[in-house]
């Protein structure tokens, strides 16, 4: 059973910065893809951010040049850089991650932007 870890959300003012986390309990290179899903209050949960075993990535339009998906495989730990936060941002991040037939869920973290 593989476990994800979200850390590092927060409260941050409009244009503000804030990293977030995902730590797996096994190593992250199994992985076929990862990423980072969020869910607004009264919204669907969408896709953010996605990275694959190979480092391809891949990013939805509205964070395209202000978010960043990367990984540490050694430390087996996603990252999901974000700058220039608008108040629409505001949401709880999941991690994701699919391995053979198998999708794994983190247990979220909230991100808030203030304006």
């Known amino acids: 059973q593989v476990q994800l870890v979200e850390s590092g959300g927060g409260l941050v003012q409009t244009g503000g910065s804030l990293r977030v986390s995902c730590a797996a309990s096994s190593s992250i290179f199994s992985f076929n893809n990862m990423g980072w899903y969020r869910q607004a209050p009264g919204k669907q949960r969408e896709l953010v951010a996605a990275?694959?075993?190979?480092?391809?990535?891949n990013y939805a339009d509205s964070v395209k040049g202000r978010f960043t998906i990367s990984r540490d495989i050694a430390q087996n730990t996603m990252y999901l850089q974000m700058n220039s936060l608008k108040p629409e941002d505001t949401a709880v991040y999941y991690c994701n991650a699919v391995l053979a037939l198998a999708t794994y869920w983190g247990q979220g973290t909230q991100v808030t932007v203030s304006s």
């Open positions: 990275i694959t075993r190979g480092g391809t990535t």
